[in-house]
């Protein structure tokens, strides 16, 4: 569910190289572009000589190119195809003031052609132009190669990481993310600061609970709307022993989530459950949440505003739905295995045995018949990125931890939402974030997107991490 994303194309060029090299790069980087299905903005071959930039005057050209479409711009490619300007590439940045990504690309030289005529010396030209854009104070990005031909495959992998590292970077910097409901009181886990992250480009928007409530308790099974949510309910999942009455609460109060989100045009929300949903309304939301978040739309439970964003960024690196999970049980003797488990709010794509059910834990204060709209299901293998963003507001600063490991298909005998993880020294991670304060909830995604997350959050978002 990745939209196509436009990048600005920067083409270096240095007038004593042959023009020819330009020309073919141009060819040969569009071709390219077209595969990964990227939308390039770049100069017209008339605009500058061959459309690359080399003067000052260029630079004007393409950054006022790249500011007619500043929108859709979501990172920069420059590409060397010899030893290029330095002070055109920094200078068209600078100009833009798109604030975006930027990745580094240089040609290598063929060892028979190094005569005049022919040769690149792109592996100088790349390292001048990137000392340019540290002394502009422009972050970028390189390629894993130091010089790569765009045909290389090192350089589709460096092309697939940047478009996801852009992703992450844009839609960091532009969501909106609805809080429903107050923080519960036994939860001071999920504290958060609301101004550092607005600092960031990260908006939250508040609702009383009782608002929604009384959205959804002003519905009736007989509207109309109500009946097409509680088609899609069933739809979605098997609602396995959920009595009749449940299931249109828990419809009636999708459509009452759906409308607010819709009104304030969010990404993601995170919604206070535990436990007045139970004793004010007499469901859980935890359906809700879960279509929302297979729909991309991620959805925390508790009021984790924090824990959204996280799936949400991690949403963005893979392009696949992530689910909020705690890190909640030793398995066995395994020091390097452990449980994740939720209620039940977990994306579709993690459970293929979905249904309905309760929450026999949170049951036991609010009474089970209270507790219908959780969902029950066992993750298997697959891959895995797990993570966490926190605001340390005594420092006012953003900080995150985050890396790679395995679901596996390890006997599990228990209910709601759950998976066996397998990560390399778990025992020194879990260290790390009870010394640095991090909070119980992490968030799983089925990929391996941990440099993807690296990249965005620590060179260009800024903030602390930690990649485990």
């Given at each position: 569910?990745?939209?196509?994303?436009?990048?600005?194309?920067?083409i270096?060029?240095?007038?004593?190289?042959?023009?020819?090299?330009?020309?073919?790069?141009?060819?040969?980087i569009?071709?390219?572009?077209?595969?990964?299905?990227?939308?390039?903005?770049l100069?017209?071959?008339?605009?500058?000589?061959?459309?690359?930039v080399?003067?000052?005057?260029?630079?004007?050209?393409?950054?006022?190119?790249?500011?007619?479409?500043?929108?859709q711009?979501?990172?920069?490619?420059?590409?060397?195809?010899?030893?290029?300007?330095?002070?055109?590439?920094?200078?068209?940045?600078?100009?833009?003031?798109?604030?975006?990504?930027?990745?580094?690309q240089?040609?290598?030289?063929?060892?028979?052609k190094?005569?005049?005529?022919r040769?690149?010396?792109?592996?100088?030209?790349?390292?001048?132009?990137?000392?340019?854009?540290?002394?502009?104070?422009?972050?970028?990005?390189?390629?894993?190669?130091?010089?790569?031909?765009?045909?290389?495959?090192?350089?589709?992998?460096?092309?697939?990481?940047?478009?996801?590292?852009?992703?992450?970077?844009?839609?960091?910097?532009?969501v909106?993310?609805?809080?429903?409901?107050a923080r519960?009181?036994?939860?001071?886990?999920?504290?958060y600061?609301?101004?550092?992250?607005?600092?960031?480009?990260?908006?939250?928007?508040?609702?009383?609970?009782?608002?929604?409530?009384?959205?959804?308790?002003?519905?009736?099974?007989?509207?109309?709307?109500?009946?097409?949510?509680?088609?899609?309910?069933?739809?979605?999942?098997?609602?396995g022993?959920?009595?009749?009455?449940?299931?249109?609460?828990?419809?009636?109060?999708?459509?009452?989530?759906?409308?607010?989100?819709?009104?304030?045009?969010?990404?993601?929300?995170?919604?206070?459950?535990?436990?007045?949903?139970?004793?004010?309304?007499?469901?859980?939301?935890?359906?809700?949440?879960?279509?929302?978040?297979?729909?991309?739309?991620?959805?925390?439970?508790?009021?984790?505003?924090?824990?959204?964003?996280?799936?949400?960024?991690?949403?963005?690196?893979?392009?696949?739905?992530?689910?909020?999970?705690?890190?909640?049980?030793?398995?066995?003797?395994?020091?390097?295995?452990?449980?994740?488990?939720?209620?039940?709010?977990?994306?579709?794509?993690?459970?293929?045995?979905?249904?309905?059910?309760?929450?026999?834990?949170?049951?036991?204060?609010?009474?089970?018949?209270?507790?219908?709209?959780?969902?029950?299901?066992?993750?298997?293998?697959?891959?895995?990125?797990?993570?966490?963003?926190?605001?340390?507001?005594?420092?006012?600063?953003?900080?995150?931890?985050?890396?790679?490991?395995?679901?596996?298909?390890?006997?599990?005998?228990?209910?709601?939402?759950?998976?066996?993880?397998?990560?390399?020294?778990?025992?020194?991670?879990?260290?790390?974030?009870?010394?640095?304060?991090?909070?119980?909830?992490?968030?799983?995604n089925?990929?391996?997107?941990?440099?993807?997350?690296?990249?965005?959050?620590?060179?260009?978002?800024?903030?602390e991490?930690?990649?485990?």
């Amino acid at each position: 569910m990745k939209e196509k994303l436009s990048l600005g194309i920067i083409i270096g060029n240095r007038d004593f190289f042959p023009d020819k090299l330009v020309a073919e790069c141009r060819s040969e980087i569009l071709n390219v572009l077209n595969q990964h299905e990227i939308n390039p903005i770049l100069l017209d071959i008339n605009d500058t000589k061959l459309g690359g930039v080399e003067t000052f005057q260029d630079a004007q050209k393409c950054a006022d190119l790249f500011k007619k479409y500043r929108d859709q711009i979501a990172g920069i490619l420059v590409i060397l195809p010899n030893f290029g300007d330095e002070r055109g590439v920094a200078e068209t940045l600078k100009l833009a003031k798109l604030d975006v990504p930027v990745l580094v690309q240089a040609y290598p030289d063929d060892l028979d052609k190094l005569d005049v005529a022919r040769r690149r010396d792109s592996w100088c030209g790349k390292i001048s132009v990137c000392n340019n854009l540290h002394q502009f104070g422009i972050k970028y990005s390189l390629t894993t190669k130091h010089v790569v031909h765009p045909s290389d495959p090192s350089f589709a992998a460096d092309l697939s990481k940047f478009i996801s590292v852009c992703r992450v970077v844009k839609g960091i910097k532009n969501v909106r993310i609805g809080a429903v409901g107050a923080r519960p009181g036994g939860f001071n886990t999920v504290r958060y600061s609301e101004k550092i992250l607005q600092r960031h480009g990260i908006s939250v928007v508040t609702v009383d609970l009782s608002e929604i409530l009384g959205n959804a308790n002003k519905l009736t099974p007989n509207d109309q709307v109500v009946k097409d949510r509680l088609d899609k309910i069933k739809a979605y999942t098997s609602t396995g022993l959920t009595p009749d009455e449940a299931l249109w609460q828990i419809a009636k109060l999708d459509v009452a989530l759906t409308n607010f989100m819709d009104e304030n045009l969010l990404d993601a929300t995170a919604i206070q459950c535990w436990t007045s949903l139970q004793k004010n309304y007499g469901c859980n939301v935890c359906t809700s949440m879960s279509i929302m978040s297979e729909n991309m739309l991620p959805s925390a439970c508790e009021v984790d505003v924090t824990g959204t964003l996280t799936m949400y960024a991690m949403q963005l690196a893979s392009g696949s739905p992530s689910a909020l999970v705690d890190w909640n049980n030793n398995y066995a003797n395994d020091d390097e295995k452990c449980v994740l488990f939720h209620c039940g709010n977990w994306a579709k794509s993690f459970l293929p045995d979905i249904e309905i059910s309760n929450a026999p834990i949170l049951g036991t204060s609010v009474g089970v018949e209270n507790t219908y709209g959780a969902l029950s299901g066992r993750t298997p293998a697959m891959p895995l990125t797990y993570g966490r963003i926190s605001t340390d507001d005594n420092r006012g600063v953003i900080k995150a931890y985050f890396g790679e490991g395995e679901l596996t298909n390890d006997e599990l005998n228990t209910f709601g939402n759950r998976a066996v993880a397998k990560i390399n020294d778990l025992q020194g991670l879990m260290q790390y974030v009870c010394r640095n304060g991090f909070e119980h909830h992490v968030v799983m995604n089925a990929s391996k997107t941990a440099d993807v997350l690296k990249e965005a959050f620590g060179n260009y978002l800024g903030w602390e991490i930690n990649q485990h």
